[in-house]
């Protein structure tokens, strides 16, 4: 009976070291079945400041932006100069105002927005109100110190804008709630979910490509229009500080 | 001065209307939509003035507010003017219960016929266009203005009621 105690207790599952070499094992299979992909992912990092071409990547990224801003100049140069033979809309970083949203009606049928600047400091009907995101709607009127902007989820809201990626002209209308709609005066029109739309590049009242949102949902229309849900990208629901872009008319 | 404030107390306060109007503070809001705020006023002005008075306020609200939005094509008045009238013909209820609960159900009804008079102006300027059925889903404008304004009514109104009353 003592003999059979002092085998039992001698086994090798009960020593704690043979557990540990036991859980090593297991770990090491299992780096084996990985194929050492945790050791690789560790060296990723241990060797990421020493990598030969990182400081190579810098010097390529620094050169294509620096060619990026060119390329941008000569085709705002070009811009200008075909609005100019248009007589289009145009309008210089100098003819921005900033100001402040002292009132907003945001919900129900009055979509307005007033901003602490006026005529006094420049404020004009027409003027073209941005915030974070892109364009929030049109001074509608002017006091002294305050300017009164219609949303363009106003139902008094009518803009043109321009959808992109179909190349196409159409009219922005605002509904009174959050989502103004798209017409597009072609039923054939290809938008779909996710297609950007800015202001019109042939607008008269509004400068040229002004984010504005992206299609929500396209409507199933039996009308010789399609037309489509837009969501907003700037909110006026949250925005505090708004740019007022002058606008030569 | 107390007693001149004291007496001059509705008008003071028909004065905060569009302030309030303009401030539209979020924390009465319901899905960025507000109660309606010149029907708390008009209610228990016209309840203790009469028909005309509310009939008259009912214009002055609507061209004072009318001057503050920016829907030149649309207007507040024939809703508010209405109102004005038809409150002027309720009387005050003595039960206290049924009293705040009138006040609830009148406001909601009220703000119902203002918000279909004014969807009615914007359906018939669009009628023309195709799309004009596009207006349909801000109905739920019409709905969440009628809700917030019955919630909020009973309280309201009838603490204005109290003081227009001590006032005059």
Redesign the interface.
Known sequence: MLDIRRISTNRWWHKKNNWALLGIFLFLVFVRISKGSIYKDIYFYISKPFWPGEFQKEILLKSKDQESLIELNILKRDNKRLREILYLQESSKNDIISAAVI????????R?I?LNKGSKDGAEIGNVVLGPGGLLGII??TSLLTS?V?LLT???SKVGVWVDRVQMNGLL?G????YP?L?LYTKDADIKVGDFVSSSPASTLLPPNIPIGIVQSVDDSF?A?K?AKILLLAKP?VIDWVQILKVKI | MNKFFTKKLSIALFIFIPIIF???PNWF?F????PYWPLFWLLPWAMLNGSIHGLIYGLFLGLILDSI??????TQIPGLVLCGFWFGRIKENSDFWVGHFRYGLICSFASFLC?TL??LQ?VLKNFSD??FY??F??I??IL??VFLTGFFAPLICSQLFRLFKFSK
Do not use: M
């Not at chain 1, 009132?103 to 009055?110: A, I, P, Q």
């Not at chain 2, 899905?31 to 507000?34: A, L, N, S, T």
């Not at chain 2, 939005?69 to 649309?74: G, H, I």
């Open positions: 009132s907003r009606k945001t919900g129900s049928w009055w307005q007033i509608n009127n009164s219609t106003s139902t008094e209308v509904l009174g709630d959050d709609r017409i009308n229009e037309t629901h | 303009l401030c539209h809001g899905f960025g939509i507000q939005t920016l829907n030149s094509n649309f918000g004014y969807f914007i195709s799309n596009f207006f889903p801000s739920q404008n969440a203005e």
